[in-house]
């Protein structure tokens, strides 16, 4: 990765006072162990140290760590200033590290994410009318039917980890019916985006294999249009792209098809297995549910302020020198959105204040915030609350397998996710799929 950025910044006009942030040695180092087991208290306690913006060190490479709720609201505001194009990152040791694990979420591709000014609008919008097109109702109808479908192979055994089994497939199964995609692309689409999400050292073979996936369905949808999302990106694309060649626009409609596949699978399949912990590991929750008090919608929405799946979000990189919540932030720098961070500024009131609110409040950063927040939420909210909603009618007695034993959680800077979700329940009691096939409303 380079060094340097390719864009010009004029700085001659910059007025700013004298840096007011520790030494780059003085940061405070961030590990996945760090975040494992009280990320509230990891977050309180850098606050206290640091204020809403905290000089962090990620395995070796600096940033700097947003937490402050209005620190991060500013931050995602000021596109200009701070930037979704890594290609302006300039990183303070000179490179970064061989291996970096967090290097593939830095890696410059040509797509919305990573745009900017008129070609992000550009992008965007052939996304968000791409995905205007979806009906509420189908995607509730293939998540419903894709629900059943995981249930129905291991409600006979009477325990299962739903992480595994339930969580982590059903909303990838679910986009590619979307997009169309055949049924024999599941099973290798399934293994590589979990070794995608995991960034491990086959990372780049599962990358690579994920865009001949999404290759081979664009050529298949160029020479057999249908009803799908892929044959929807293609026309608007071709609409709005008159004088670029095939292989150009093709180019952008794989790179919007990898960008829709890696965050909403990997974001609402996190989100549905932080749900579903909270109704088999908490007995409020539980209760709340069976006394009617609150619904499942509820839940999903407390769980994006108390375990957003994406915890610290890579980021924005600073066009010029600048000044945020007292910290001299100087141009080419790293900033990480620190989303679980911002959910419990003291702002917000105690602990006990949020979880009044969290039920109905939506004012959390989970969806981001700005030019460049997620541009169809009603997408990942249908699929995640058809998921919870088939499980709790379906299996209603389900719980931990060890109730005494805590869930166990992966090490990770960026995702907050369960290691796993062993549970069990009564087989003779889980209701039939058959009674709950809907295409609307209930399962």
Request: proline share 8%; hydrophobic share 40%; charged share 20%.
């Amino acid at each position: 990765m380079t060094s340097h950025s390719p864009y010009a910044t004029d700085l001659s006009d910059t007025r700013l006072p004298p840096p007011g942030c520790p030494a780059h040695q003085d940061a405070c180092h961030i590990t996945g162990d760090d975040l494992r087991h009280d990320p509230a208290a990891f977050y309180e306690a850098r606050r206290r140290a640091y204020g809403g913006v905290v000089p962090v060190v990620l395995d070796g490479v600096f940033a700097w760590l947003v937490l402050g709720y209005a620190e991060l609201k500013e931050v995602t505001q000021r596109g200009e200033t701070f930037t979704r194009d890594s290609r302006y990152w300039r990183p303070r040791e000179g490179s970064v590290p061989e291996g970096w694990p967090l290097e593939p979420h830095t890696v410059w591709r040509p797509n919305a994410v990573f745009a900017g000014g008129e070609e992000h609008t550009r992008l965007r919008g052939a996304l968000t009318r791409a995905l205007g097109k979806v009906k509420a109702q189908r995607v509730r109808r293939s998540a419903v039917e894709t629900g059943h479908r995981l249930i129905d192979t291991f409600v006979g055994a009477g325990r299962t980890d739903l992480l595994a089994r339930y969580a982590l497939p059903l909303p990838l199964l679910t986009l590619m019916r979307l997009f169309g995609f055949p049924p024999a692309a599941e099973a290798p689409l399934q293994r590589a985006i979990a070794a995608l999400l995991a960034c491990g050292d086959d990372a780049p073979a599962a990358a690579r294999q994920v865009m001949d996936i999404v290759t081979g369905q664009v050529r298949r949808r160029r020479e057999e249009p249908a009803g799908d999302l892929t044959t929807w990106l293609i026309q608007e694309h071709d609409a709005m792209s008159p004088g670029m060649s095939r292989d150009a626009v093709d180019t952008e409609i794989r790179e919007q098809i990898w960008l829709t596949i890696n965050a909403g699978h990997g974001a609402t399949a996190v989100w549905i297995a932080n749900a579903i912990e909270q109704l088999v590991s908490r007995r409020d929750v539980q209760a709340g549910m069976w006394a009617g008090w609150m619904d499942v919608q509820g839940a999903l929405r407390a769980t994006l302020w108390e375990r957003t799946p994406l915890q610290n979000v890579i980021g924005r990189w600073a066009t010029r020198d600048v000044v945020v919540g007292g910290r001299h932030i100087q141009a080419g720098d790293m900033l990480v959105l620190g989303l679980a961070g911002a959910n419990t500024d003291p702002c917000h009131g105690s602990a006990s204040d949020r979880a009044d609110f969290a039920t109905y409040n939506e004012a959390f950063f989970s969806w981001g915030n700005g030019p460049h927040q997620c541009p169809v939420p009603d997408l990942a909210q249908a699929i995640a609350r058809a998921a919870v909603e088939c499980l709790w009618d379906r299996i209603p007695d389900v719980h931990l397998t060890d109730p005494g034993r805590p869930v166990e959680w992966e090490p990770g800077i960026m995702m907050r996710c369960p290691r796993a979700l062993p549970v069990s329940f009564d087989p003779a009691q889980p209701h039939a799929a058959t009674r709950r096939r809907a295409p609307t409303g209930g399962c």
